[in-house]
Nanobody, 124 residues
Framework: QMQLVESGGGLVQPGGSLRLSCAASGNIVRITTMGWYRQAPGKERELVAT???????NYSDSVKGRFTISRDNAKNTVDLQMNSLKPEDTAVYYC??????????????????WGQGTQVTVSS
């Protein structure tokens, strides 16, 4: 089957940096958009940044100039470099992909996939 696996979260002081990575695995046919969302306690999940094959990159206003999304289409990976981190960046970060893959019965499946989430905590 197909899965998204994230890594790179952790605890960092304000002003520090972290890099998140996400890798898609499985019998993948095509990925159109990959990106990152986050969800803070008591809040709804929100877009952080996306990378689309047709529309390029997109960032939320709250992270523009501080975060950079990068994608390797050959490896089916997407990274998020986070600089100048603030306490309000604290959240669980989720990798997301619009993906087409072939399942175990050789069917083409299109879905919006999510990773399991990785915790980012910005605190002194």
């Amino acid at each position: 089957q197909m899965q998204l696996v994230e890594s790179g979260g952790g605890l960092v002081q304000p002003g520090g940096s972290l890099r998140l990575s996400c890798a898609a695995s499985g019998n993948i046919v095509r990925i159109t958009t990959m990106g990152w969302y986050r969800q803070a306690p008591g809040k709804e999940r929100e877009l952080v940044a996306t990378s689309s094959s047709s529309e390029g990159t997109n960032y939320s206003d709250s992270v523009k100039g501080r975060f950079t999304i990068s994608r390797d289409n050959a490896k089916n990976t997407v990274d998020l470099q986070m600089n100048s981190l603030k306490p309000e960046d604290t959240a669980v970060y989720y990798c997301h992909a619009d993906i087409v893959y072939i399942n175990y019965v050789s069917e083409y499946v299109a879905m919006k996939a999510w990773g399991q989430g990785t915790q980012v905590t910005v605190s002194s």
